[in-house]
């Protein structure tokens, strides 16, 4: 179990747990969260959403990408969570793609993310 404090706005960034699912109660406070499915067959992906109010739980399932937000711009949030494995793992997905060591090379991103190669090397060099 673990308590995190979410200040104004705050945000548990997109990540997954590869071996464990996360169940998150709202202590205090007011939280958006969600998760996107794996894969579907026709290729896309879902995102289920919940704002989330005190006393509120929230499963997120095992290895699928997730996130909480704080919504309000004054007060603080409290969440309690558990994870389902004593080594859950967590991947950062921003830090997993841009800050890897070494980097991903340039050409996969771009075509990974459909984006020009001075936007991928302007992220890149904001995990470096």
């Avoid at 509120?56 to 969570?81: E, M, R, T, Y």
């Avoid at 921003?94 to 991928?120: E, W, Y």
């Amino acid at each position: 179990m673990a308590r995190i404090d979410f200040a104004p706005l705050g945000l548990n960034p997109l990540h997954s747990h590869p071996r464990a699912s996360e169940i998150l109660t709202v202590l205090e406070g007011t939280l958006y969260v969600g998760f996107v499915t794996s894969n579907e067959a026709n290729g896309g992906h879902q995102l289920f959403t919940k704002v989330l109010y005190e006393g509120d739980v929230f499963v997120f399932p095992q290895g699928l990408i997730h996130f909480q937000f704080n919504l309000a711009n004054k007060a603080s949030a409290v969440a309690l969570v558990a994870l389902s494995s004593q080594n859950p793992g967590v991947i950062t997905v921003a830090n997993a793609v841009f800050g890897s060591t070494p980097p991903i090379s340039i050409d996969v991103l771009t075509k990974s993310f459909q984006a020009d190669s001075n936007v991928v090397k302007n992220i890149q060099s904001q995990f470096s």
